[in-house]
């Protein structure tokens, strides 16, 4: 398993050798607030290439901004309401766009039409020396420009979903991230040899520190001999979290 920071900073993606900067090398982050996972996923790559390289210039932005108002508020918005009023064409929509090529085609045709030179424009402002994309919008997005030769610089995906993958990766990006062993034998086929690493997991640096159990609860006042679940509904909140507690309430003993 390979750090995320080495897999950006320690080669240029796709095996071209060891970047070669007179200056501390420049990483552009592309953050989404579409919950909260995408965020965290930011965070976690911004500190661990600050902790490689503490002197690399590093900025995390805010990507779906720079895409424009329509795709900001079609990806996020559009997804918030999804979510909370109608979810069952969430599955609809996830397998038209991870099982039908023409859907995904429209798809990346929406994004080019109303957020590419937008996007273009501020990355080439920055001047990055690697871009790293953080969700599926900009993966597309970056791919695309990567194989028109309007991008440059190397493109970075991460990839943190347990789901059908191809709708988080794209041919022309140079690298992917992914956290699971089965990832890699599903992307790489899709991508080509070579351009899928394996990381560890890309959380918060206190998540990689062994804990011990009972000083854990006790941190939290959490009683020491009762079963404890988690449920969770994302940085939104979303799903049939009563549901889940009562039936969790119903399957711990006591």
Request: aromatic letters at 6%.
């Amino acid at each position: 398993m390979t750090l995320p920071a080495g897999a950006i900073l320690d080669r240029r993606p796709n095996g071209a050798g060891p970047a070669e900067l007179d200056r501390p090398p420049r990483v552009l982050i592309l953050s989404a607030d579409v919950g909260e996972g995408h965020a965290a996923a930011a965070r976690a790559m911004a500190a661990e290439v600050a902790a490689a390289d503490p002197e690399a210039e590093i900025e995390v932005v805010e990507g779906l901004q720079w895409l424009g108002r329509i795709s900001e508020h079609v990806i996020r918005d559009g997804y918030r309401v999804q979510l909370r009023f109608f979810p069952w064409m969430y599955g609809m929509l996830y397998t038209l766009f991870t099982k039908v090529a023409l859907a995904r085609t429209v798809g990346r045709g929406f994004l080019r039409a109303f957020g590419a030179r937008r996007l273009l424009r501020r990355i080439e402002d920055r001047d990055p020396d690697v871009v790293i994309s953080t969700h599926p919008a900009f993966t597309n997005l970056l791919g695309v420009m990567r194989r028109q030769g309007r991008l440059e610089m190397p493109v970075v995906a991460t990839i943190t979903d347990l789901a059908d993958h191809i709708f988080w990766a794209h041919r022309y990006c140079d690298l992917h991230l992914v956290c699971y062993e089965q990832a890699v034998e599903r992307i790489e086929p899709i991508t080509g040899e070579g351009s899928v690493v394996r990381v560890r997991p890309l959380v918060s640096p206190e998540f990689l520190e062994p804990c011990d159990r009972d000083d854990a609860r006790e941190r939290l006042g959490l009683p020491a001999d009762r079963p404890i679940v988690l449920v969770s509904g994302g940085g939104w909140g979303v799903g049939d979290l009563d549901g889940a507690v009562e039936t969790a309430l119903d399957h711990v003993p006591g």
